[in-house]
């Protein structure tokens, strides 16, 4: 095997190989083997075609080192548009399903026939994975090009139990495709009978509903991205087309474009004097994320967001900001607020990596002293925990989503850090606010940062105040 080339490797043992991998790790261990203190193993690589494989087959193990290097992007489609999470969902692998969603993964993707990974969960009946996908607000009603919902496939291939569950989350029996069949047209008779049953006691309307009324009024219809910005390493900025200037702050111009038929995103960092440092700091510094233009708006912006939408743009954020203090070396000039939240198309909270800036931009300046933590505006950078940093940032944003107020608006930024740092200054919480809600923010604003919480660890409370 080591006379082949790695790419053959790959191809002809690839299975073989991860399992070799790890026995030989756990027998170094049980015989005390000292080769476990050696320097690890280059992280196992996989191209785009093979993740699509490995998900199939349900490699935890190679999905997980794929997912970590994280100049992939797991929203990537195949040549016909099926993500990643279409297929761990189609061949009903639990484990795969549950990681691909935890970093990030769009529930309501659809591939080039505009099913999405509910359809495929559905179809072959697999309830586990129906259930998560419906806990991760996926729209049980979404049609395909053939007019067909998750209901229609899991009453034709006979799928009983995922049909009920569709039904007791809101999917429609007698709504029909575009051939004029509602669910019920397509179930047997046993079947047809228990779920009229079902949504009758639902209060939903027995007419057929035709068609051309039945447009997906769920999320915004999303599909895969293309693949060819991730497999370049470097870019000639002559290959690229700006066609309008999104937006210009004090470290840069956000610019629309294109690039090779793609639509793009440039940011031009306003920078002097460039040097070979500053050139060496941007590649290491560099996050090293996919960074994509947002088609809505910032959370300042104006949007209608009641409590149910704050606690589930915080749960956005927070598993955002959770995933980001894994990684090493940490991304330590992000400064979370909420003008660096943007709005995805589905209405997913995303913390904007644009935003994050270098040890060369702007050295020793603050420009939005109202999220930041009193150590952050008192110390120096290096001094500080930025996790805890981070944590108080982000109660500063829950306490504008839930108020929608903007924090210390009647002050100045001057004001504002100088209050803030050295006279008390803090949110005041106003009645009415939810009682959990009051207490996490107090538990993230804690004045000591070694008694703030993890993001990691606040993530499942902020999923149990979603689901009540």
């Known amino acids: 095997a080591r006379r082949l080339s790695p790419w053959a490797c ?40 093979d993740i699509f ?9 190679a999905v997980r080192l794929w997912l970590d290097n994280t100049e992939n992007d797991l929203n990537l489609g195949d040549d016909h548009g099926f993500s990643p999470l279409h297929w761990a969902c189609r061949e009903g692998r639990s484990g795969v399903v549950d990681m691909l969603i935890m970093r990030g993964a769009r529930i309501n993707v659809m591939n080039r026939g505009d099913d999405t990974p509910l359809h495929l969960a559905s179809s072959h009946g697999h309830r586990d994975i129906v259930a998560k996908l419906i806990q991760c607000k996926a729209d049980p009603n979404t049609v395909n090009e053939h007019g067909n919902t998750p209901l229609h496939y899991a009453c034709f291939w006979g799928q009983d139990q995922v049909a009920e569950d569709l039904v007791a989350s809101g999917a429609q029996v007698c709504v029909c495709n575009r051939y004029g069949q509602s669910p019920l047209d397509k179930a047997k008779p046993h079947l047809k009978q228990l779920l009229q049953e079902k949504a009758e006691k639902m209060g939903q309307n027995m007419t057929k509903i035709p068609y051309k009324e039945t447009f997906w009024k769920g999320t915004m219809r999303t599909r895969p991205r293309n693949g060819t910005l991730n497999k370049q390493a470097g870019i000639d900025y002559k290959q690229l087309s700006l066609l309008a200037k999104v937006n210009e702050n004090q470290s840069g111009e956000l610019w629309q474009g294109r690039w090779q038929g ?29 960074c994509f233009y947002i088609t809505n708006a910032q959370l300042t912006f104006s949007l209608v967001v009641d409590q149910s939408q704050a606690v589930k743009f915080a749960l956005d954020i927070a598993s955002g900001m959770a995933f980001l203090h894994t990684l090493e070396p940490m991304v330590s000039r992000l400064y979370l607020n909420s003008k660096h939240v943007m709005i995805d198309e589905d209405m997913t909270a995303r913390v904007s990596m644009a935003d994050a800036k270098f040890s060369f931009q702007c050295p020793g300046r603050m420009y939005s002293p109202a999220w930041m933590a009193p150590e952050a505006l008192q110390k120096r950078p290096e001094d500080i925990n930025r996790r805890s940093a981070d944590m108080w940032s982000f109660a500063v944003l829950l306490w504008e989503l839930v108020t929608r107020e903007v924090p210390f608006a009647d002050l100045s930024n001057m004001e504002i850090g100088m209050k803030v740092s050295l006279e008390g200054l803090r949110p005041t919480i106003p009645p009415g606010i939810s009682p959990h809600i009051c207490k996490l923010m107090r538990l993230c604003m804690n004045e000591d940062p070694a008694k703030r919480p993890k993001f990691d660890m606040i993530v499942p409370i902020l999923e149990k105040m979603q689901d009540k």
Request: hydrophobic share 30%; charged share 35%; net charge positive.
């Open 262 to 290: 793609d639509e793009i995103i440039v940011k031009v960092l306003h920078v002097r004097d460039w040097t070979t440092r500053k050139s060496r700091d941007f590649n290491e510094e560099h996050p090293k994320l996919r």
């Open 10 to 49: 790959l191809l002809k043992i690839k299975n073989i190989y991860i399992q070799f991998k790890i026995c030989f790790l756990l027998h170094d261990i049980k015989t005390g083997d000292q080769s476990c203190d050696q320097p690890k193993e280059e992280a196992f690589r996989l191209n785009m075609d």
């Open 53 to 61: 494989t490995q998900c199939r087959e349900g490699n935890s193990v």
